[in-house]
C-alpha cells in the first residue's frame, strides 16, 4: 500500500523499518522537530526522521497540527503536505508514537483513515507511557494494539490485538524493544488483512490510563514495599532512573531486586532506607511500609549503581570508590 506515516522515536522506527521492507509506500513521514541533545545540546533528528533521510522519503516537521492553534503556519505546511501525500495515492496513515495530538482534519484525510500502533492491550493503559505504567503496576503481561484511531486518547475501535509476557527480569528499555519488533509486525499483518479485519469497540470495563512520566517520580521512596520500589526501578529504566540519596550524592539505581527478609532482626527500630548488609553482590537495604498505623518491613537489595558522571556499575565495581557502610540510610 501506499502510505503516510506519522512518529518520532525508536518504537516508531521499528515499524516504519518494517513497512519499508515487506515493500510499503511511504509517501511521507511525519514527525516531531530535531530536538537538542547531548552534551552540546546540538540539534538531534528522531529515529523516524533518520530513516526516512536514509530511504528518501519526504518528511514533514511541525510542533502542532491544529490550525486553531498556537502554529497555525506550521499546521498548514503540514496540511499541505498530506494533502499532497493522499493525492499521490496514499490510501492509510500509520501513527506510531508521534507525540502530536491529530485533529479531526489529519484522522479524516486518508481514505482509509489512520491506523495507530498501542503498546498495550486496551483499553488498559492508554496514554502516553504504556510500557512503564505496565511494569510499575505488577502486570504480568501486555502487548500491542492496532487501533483505528478517532478523536478520543487512545478511544478507537481495535482491529487487531497480539500479546506478550512481562518478565520479571524486563525494564522499560528491554520490554520497549520487544514491543518495538511486534508493533512493526502486527502492522504489516493489520494492512495485509485491513478490508476483512471488523473492528471491534473497547470494553467500557476496565480503562486505565498511562500518564506521562515526571521526572519527579524518579525519587525512590523507601516508606513503599519491597516489591514496589524493584518494580519502579525496573518501570523508570532507562528514563528517567530512580534516584536516592546516599552519604550526601544523589546516586541511580539500575537494578535491584527483593531482599532476605533474614536481615531484619526482631525488636530493632530500623530507619526507612537504612542499609543492613553489604556485599559485592548487593547492597541490602529496609523498606518500611505503613498502612493503617501497621508497619511492613521488607528488603531491596541494590544491585547496579550511578553516580553522577559516572557509569552505570554492579556493587562490586560501585563499592569500590564508594565507602557504603551498614546503618548508612539511603534518603529519598
Not at 515499524?15 to 514527525?31: D, N, P, Q, R
Not at 498548514?76 to 499532497?84: P, R, S
Not at 506510531?96 to 479524516?108: E, R
Amino acid at each position: 500500500m501506499k502510505l503516510i506515516f506519522a512518529g518520532t522515536p525508536e518504537f516508531a522506527h521499528a515499524a516504519l523499518e518494517s513497512l519499508i521492507a515487506k515493500g510499503h509506500e511511504v509517501a511521507l513521514v511525519l514527525t516531531q522537530p530535531d530536538r537538542p541533545a547531548g552534551r552540546g545540546m546540538k540539534l538531534h533528528a528522531s529515529a523516524v526522521k533518520a530513516c526516512a533521510v536514509q530511504h528518501n522519503i519526504p518528511v514533514c516537521q511541525v510542533t502542532s497540527l491544529r490550525l486553531d492553534g498556537k502554529y497555525p503556519d506550521e499546521a498548514v505546511k503540514a496540511q499541505a503536505a498530506i494533502q499532497h501525500a493522499v493525492a499521490s495515492g496514499a490510501q492509510v496513515m500509520v501513527v506510531a508514537a508521534y507525540g502530536l495530538i491529530l485533529p479531526q482534519w489529519v484522522l479524516d484525510a486518508p481514505p482509509l483513515g489512520c491506523l495507530n500502533i498501542h503498546a498495550s492491550l486496551l483499553p488498559r493503559w492508554r496514554g502516553a507511557a504504556p510500557i512503564h505504567r505496565a511494569i510499575e503496576a505488577g502486570d504480568t503481561n501486555t502487548g500491542i494494539t492496532i487501533m483505528q484511531m478517532d478523536a478520543g486518547l487512545d478511544t478507537g475501535d481495535m482491529l487487531l490485538k497480539a500479546d506478550m509476557p512481562i518478565l520479571t527480569t524486563d525494564t522499560t528499555a528491554s520490554l520497549h524493544d520487544k514491543l518495538a519488533i511486534l508493533g512493526g509486525d502486527l502492522i504489516v499483518k493489520a494492512l495485509s488483512e485491513l478490508p476483512l479485519l471488523k473492528p471491534e469497540k473497547q470494553a467500557e470495563e476496565g480503562v486505565t490510563y498511562a500518564h506521562k512520566i515526571e521526572k519527579a517520580e524518579a525519587q525512590m521512596d523507601w516508606s513503599q514495599n519491597a516489591e514496589t520500589i524493584v518494580r519502579r526501578v525496573r518501570a523508570f529504566n532507562p528514563f528517567p532512573g530512580a534516584v536516592m540519596n546516599l552519604n550526601n550524592e544523589a546516586i541511580k539505581v539500575w537494578r535491584a531486586e527483593v531482599g532476605d527478609q533474614s536481615l531484619l532482626q526482631v525488636g530493632v527500630d530500623y530507619k526507612k532506607g537504612q542499609i543492613l548488609a553489604v556485599s559485592n553482590k548487593y547492597i541490602a537495604c529496609t523498606a518500611i511500609e505503613n498502612i493503617a498505623n501497621n508497619e511492613t518491613l521488607s528488603v531491596v537489595n541494590l544491585l547496579e549503581l550511578q553516580r553522577a558522571g559516572g557509569k552505570r556499575m554492579p556493587v562490586a565495581d560501585f563499592l569500590r570508590g564508594f565507602d557504603v557502610k551498614v546503618g548508612d540510610v539511603c534518603h529519598n
